[in-house]
Nanobody
């Protein structure tokens, strides 16, 4: 059974920081691309950051320079360090895994940035 469990969301003031974590189980983590997506109310879900098995990363343009995605294969965990947060970063953030043609999602964690 595959599980992706996110944590680290919360309420923060603009300019602040949060670190999201996602612990994966039931997948071969080191061979799996991991991503962070977000969905704000009445908006489509969008990719925020992704890290491949080799460590290659890509980011949403608005996240570049502020967010950093990383992974710890020994802990089956992917992180999203978010700095200089803005009110427009407010959304539910979802962890995603893609590997061997299979895609899984976590339950999401709420991030709210107050102005």
């Amino acid at each position: 059974q595959v599980q992706l469990v996110e944590s680290g969301g919360g309420l923060v003031q603009a300019g602040g920081s949060l670190r999201l974590s996602c612990v994966a189980s039931g997948i071969i983590f080191k061979f799996t691309a991991m991503g962070w997506y977000r969905q704000a109310p009445e908006k489509q879900r969008e990719l925020v950051a992704r890290i491949g098995p080799s460590g290659a990363t890509n980011y949403l343009d608005s996240a570049k320079g502020r967010f950093t995605v990383s992974r710890d294969n020994a802990k089956n965990t992917v992180y999203l360090q978010m700095n200089s947060l803005k009110p427009e970063d407010t959304a539910v953030y979802y962890c995603n895994s893609e590997g061997l043609g299979l895609v899984y999602w976590g339950q999401g964690t709420q991030v709210t940035v107050s102005s």
